[in-house]
């Protein structure tokens, strides 16, 4: 059994230097004003700190030139003017109520010399009195006071009247008095009411002074040279303690001296800067010395350098070194108990039945409550050791290549599982989970396995069953295995998503894989699960931040809440839930908390009091109530949980720190009432923090100009709201500070912000603007209506006129087209009067053929003869009966269809008389026809049949015949004319006429039928000549298609 060392503590600090923006690594000296922005005077200007940003001021914007290598400062009681002291242009007083080329003012030192004034310059020491009153000194300059109401100074002698002191540091205890540490005449107090001096001097040959003067009650502590630190009783006026931090005497100059000291009441304790070594912790109440070393200090830079001064805030303290600005704070040094290893380190601890355990790369054993002392130290005799896993009051340790062995904390013994049959590899396996559960009442272990799968684990009957790719897993390379809400057992897999195990009994399986939908897997990789106290199950995977498995609809769906930090951390291989149900995340980068409420990542940074320092390499971490235990290489590093991050956010208040107008600094416009921009100073930027919480990386401000913003504006990590072209108008500006929790600081910044208009852009000139232009516009309109009206007038008379014309020329031009019109109406009329007539006469004509008149009255005259008067007067009426038919029928252009056919009758009967009845004919009319008084053109078909009769049958040797048959089809009459003369001779027909005709009536018809369609909307009189009819004994068919007129 070995023993844990002594309690040690651990010193984090934060450094800063020209890489954070300091305008140098020299820093001489700084003060906090009661905003809490931190000034600061280096060897290249002076600058300020809002906790965030450093700012650095240019003294030489404007014409007159000022040192930039500046010493001591101290602020005026109201905080507006800063005092400081240079090395080579005396005092300078910087107002930060002006403009900064109008800003700075430097001061003169003169002393006594004889008869004469003599300049000095090399000023050291500056403090601005609770009067108000201005004392400051230097090299030789006596004490000097300046009045900043009239400008004037004097001087007030200390010591010796022919010896000009010089002055290191000048302090004001809470009586008013003045406390000043000179070079050669030690230390002297100084009263402003009674201007009593009183001296404290150890009478050191050559150098005898001190540089650091600091008050504890009613005490003063102060450095004194080769007498490191002495107390001195104002009340006995006398120095009552030497040697106080045991210092040895100097053997070079300075070079084993305090430069200066600060008193920290909250831990009742003395800080002293050391010229080379570091800091001296002096506890006053104990009287014990800690030496906090260079190592300590700045462990990434140990390099030993001076440190000028040292200035105690709430939190903390400051140093001022050669080598940048250190910043000590109670915050960054929460986690402070180190328990350092003697032995091999501790990489896992947990508890069983309320002891403590540990495990190293070699043994396991039991641990004291306080994790200082290793109570006992089993072998693990090779066994490597992946997790811990507690069931009940059983030990189970999974191993790299040796499976599942129970260590007995009874008999501090380590076993393998014991296991009846077969075993399936386990006794090789690569395991990491193991995982109580009951199926049927029957407690059963599920064991992940990277080299084998999944194993279950029947304690009955000590028997196990293994799944992989044979009996339903994708792959057998298993990383974890966890247990939701529900109880369903669910396995990450390395490559290939997450498995549930839907069916424990039959061993029946469910896949889950990442694809393109946002509701899917992260990634393929699933490292660890984790089920909350509110039962929501999470999982960390191969993608960074963390995913929830949601089972709130009928499909599981998951959720990714991705790290959102400026740089964000890799995957998470461990999750562990703290009592807050926050969830600590192990990264290869880090440790980062998950707040689930507000899904935000906090990152814990070394340094930040939180998480270990650099020079500690983390392997684990352990939660034991409430406290939390870094495993790390050299050591346990402990703290309490309620110190993490346990920042009271409602007791801080948001500060602007900087603002500027088109990126030119106008700072000293925050300390007005009210911010007032001109009309071109539209274009500005707020930039802000929280002075007391210095580098605070778990905050979050927001912001909002009344009248720009509708909302609360987030602010990102640049701490800055940024407003272009904002228009005139009254504004305010709010801000405020919260933390990721949620919270919200109920002090809420606001700041009224003026913002002129534009000359042009000013209500009154757009109202007088407005007028000009109705006015315009309304002359503009008049004048446009007069001068319409009389363009209308003009227009009107016009229009008039040009009417009255018109109408004339109308009138005119209709007269003249109604006499054109009837004109050639009555010329077309004539013209087709003149034609019908012609075409009536050449029809008569060809009825009234003389040959065939002659014959008929041969005929006659025959019968006559022959004493056949029967037959002559039978012949005689016909021929009379035809001719009157003829007559009439000429006389109109359209006749009934009864009375043309019997026309046709009767000249075909005359025709067979002629021709000795050498053919027949017969006569086919629709009954239809017959009843309803439809009518054809006159002698249309009169001419057909003559052609028939003269150049079909007349030829013939045998009888001949003819057809006539008179059809109805839809509005049209269909006259067909057959018979079965010769025919008609191809070479007869005229091929410029659509008609195939062969004789002069032929033509007459054709004619006719033109003229008829000429007359109808569209051609549908016509006729065609078939040689080759379907009808049987016939050779000729002439069919005629004539309009139906009622």
Request: charged share 20%.
């Amino acid at each position: 059994m070995s023993l844990c060392s002594a309690q040690q503590q651990i010193h984090n600090y934060l450094h800063f230097t020209t890489r954070d923006g300091l305008p140098s690594n020299n820093i001489r000296d700084v003060k906090q004003d009661k905003d809490g922005l931190l000034w600061i005077t280096t060897k290249k200007g002076l600058a300020y700190f809002d906790g965030t940003h450093f700012f650095s001021i240019n003294f030489n914007s404007g014409e007159q030139l000022f040192s930039t290598d500046l010493g001591q400062l101290s602020l005026s009681n109201n905080g507006l003017k800063i005092w400081i002291t240079t090395y080579n242009q005396g005092l300078l007083c910087f107002d930060r109520t002006q403009p900064l080329e109008q800003a700075v003012k430097a001061y003169d030192v003169q002393v006594a010399n004889g008869q004469t004034a003599l300049q000095k310059h090399e000023l050291y020491a500056v403090h601005v009195a609770s009067s108000g009153l201005v004392y400051f000194g230097g090299q030789e300059t006596d004490l000097q006071v300046l009045d900043p109401k009239s400008d004037k100074t004097q001087v007030i002698k200390l010591g010796d009247k022919n010896r000009h002191e010089t002055i290191y540091r000048i302090r004001e205890d809470r009586y008013g008095r003045l406390w000043i540490g000179t070079r050669y005449g030690g230390i002297y107090s100084y009263n402003p009411k009674n201007r009593e001096i009183t001296s404290y001097d150890l009478g050191n040959t050559g150098e005898n002074g001190s540089s650091a003067l600091c008050f504890v009650n009613d005490e003063v502590y102060a450095s004194y040279y080769d007498h490191d630190m002495v107390r001195i009783d104002p009340k006995n006026r006398t120095i009552v303690d030497k040697r106080i931090l045991g210092m040895e005497v100097n053997q070079e100059l300075y070079e084993n001296h305090i430069d200066d000291m600060a008193y920290d009441a909250e831990q009742q304790q003395l800080i002293a800067t050391h010229r080379t070594e570091g800091l001296y912790s002096y506890h006053i109440p104990s009287k014990t010395l800690d030496i906090i070393g260079w190592d300590e200090i700045s462990p990434e830079e140990p390099v030993q350098t001076a440190i000028h001064s040292i200035h105690m805030v709430r939190e903390g303290y400051y140093l001022c070194t050669a080598n940048g600005l250190f910043y000590y704070s109670h915050r960054f040094n929460r986690l402070q108990e180190y328990i350092p290893d003697t032995e091999k380190p501790i990489e896992k601890i947990f508890k069983i039945e309320g002891q403590l355990w540990y495990v190293t790369a070699q043994e396991i054993g039991q641990l004291s409550s306080d994790f200082k002392q290793r109570l006992s130290a089993i072998p693990l005799k090779g066994l490597r050791v992946s997790g811990i896993h507690v069931v009940g009051s059983t030990i189970y340790l999974s191993t790299y290549d040796k499976g599942i062995h129970v260590f007995d904390a009874t008999s501090s013994s380590i076993k393998p599982l014991s296991v009846v049959g077969e075993i399936f590899g386990l006794g090789k396996a690569d395991c990491n989970t193991v995982l109580p559960d009951t199926i049927d009442n029957e407690p059963v272990l599920w064991i992940g396995s990277w080299s084998s799968g999944l194993y279950k684990y029947h304690f009955p009957t000590k028997t196990i069953q293994r799944f992989n790719q044979q009996n339903g897993l994708p792959d057998h390379k298993i990383i974890s295995l966890g247990k939701d809400k529900a109880g369903n057992i669910w396995l990450g897999m390395d490559g290939y998503g997450a498995v549930q195990v839907t069916d424990k009994s039959k061993g029946t399986f469910t896949h889950f894989l990442h694809t393109p939908l946002p509701s899917s897997l992260a990634s393929n990789t699933v490292f660890n699960f984790l089920l909350d106290a509110n039962g929501r199950f999470w999982y960390s995977s191969g993608q960074s931040g963390i995913g929830l498995i949601d089972f709130s609809s009928d499909s599981v769906t998951f959720r990714q809440d991705r790290d959102n930090n400026q740089f964000p951390w890799v995957y998470a291989y461990a999750l562990k839930a703290d009592d807050k149900n926050r969830i600590w995340m192990q990264t290869p980068d880090g440790v980062m908390i998950f707040h689930p409420e507000q899904r935000t990542f906090s990152q814990l940074r070394t340094g930040d009091g939180v998480f270990p320092p650099e020079r500690f390499r983390v392997s684990n971490f352990y939660f034991d109530d409430q406290n939390i235990i870094w495993l790390t290489d050299k050591g346990l590093i402990k703290g309490e949980m309620k110190d993490v991050y346990n920042t009271d956010i409602s007791a801080f208040s948001p500060l602007i720190s900087a603002f500027k107008v088109l990126n030119k600094d106008h700072t000293y416009r925050l300390l007005q009432d009210a911010i007032r921009l001109n009309a071109k100073e539209n274009t500005f930027s707020f930039t802000f923090s929280t002075p007391a919480l210095v580098k605070h990386n778990h905050l979050r401000y927001a912001y909002r100009l009344d009248g720009v913003d509708e909302d609360w504006v987030i602010a990102d990590d640049l701490q800055q709201a940024i407003y272009t072209n904002v228009a005139g108008g009254k504004y305010t500006f709010y801000l405020k500070v919260g933390d990721l929790d949620g919270n919200w600081s109920e002090k809420v910044l606001g700041i009224p912000v003026y913002v002129k208009t534009n000359w042009y852009q000013s209500l009154w000139f757009k109202f007088m603007v407005a007028g000009i232009c109705f006015l315009v516009i309304f002359l503009f309109q008049a004048y446009r209506i007069k001068q319409q009206k009389q363009v209308n007038e003009l227009q009107r008379a016009f229009t008039v006129t040009l009417q009255q014309e018109l109408e004339a020329n109308e009138k005119q031009i209709k007269e003249q087209a109604q006499i054109l019109e009837r004109e050639k109406q009555e010329k077309i009329e004539s013209e087709f009067k003149q034609q019908l007539y012609e075409s009536e006469l050449k029809a008569i004509r060809s009825q009234m053929n003389p040959h065939f008149i002659f014959n008929i009255l041969n005929s006659i005259e025959a019968y006559v003869v022959e004493n056949d008067a029967r037959s002559a007067s039978k012949l005689i009426h016909k021929f009379a009966a035809l001719s009157r038919i003829v007559l009439e029928n000429s006389q109109f252009a359209l006749v009934s269809i009864v009375s043309e056919l019997q026309l046709v009758k009767l000249y075909l009967q005359l025709e067979q008389e002629r021709f000795d009845h050498k053919f027949s004919f017969e006569i086919q009319v629709d009954e239809k026809l017959e009843k309803q008084s439809v009518k054809i053109p006159s002698m249309i078909i009169q001419p057909i049949v003559e052609n028939a009769v003269h150049h079909g049958i007349r030829h013939l040797q045998d009888a001949g015949k003819i057809l006539i048959r008179v059809t109805e089809q839809e509005d049209s009459i269909v006259i067909d004319i057959l018979d079965n003369g010769v025919g008609f001779d191809s070479t007869s027909v005229s091929d410029s006429s659509p008609f195939k005709t062969t004789s002069f009536g032929l033509k007459g018809v054709e004619h006719r039928l033109n003229m008829l369609n000429g007359q109808l909307a569209s051609q549908r009189a016509f006729f065609t000549i078939d040689n080759q009819p379907e009808e049987d004994g016939y050779t000729v068919k002439v069919t005629m298609l004539l309009p139906a007129m009622l």
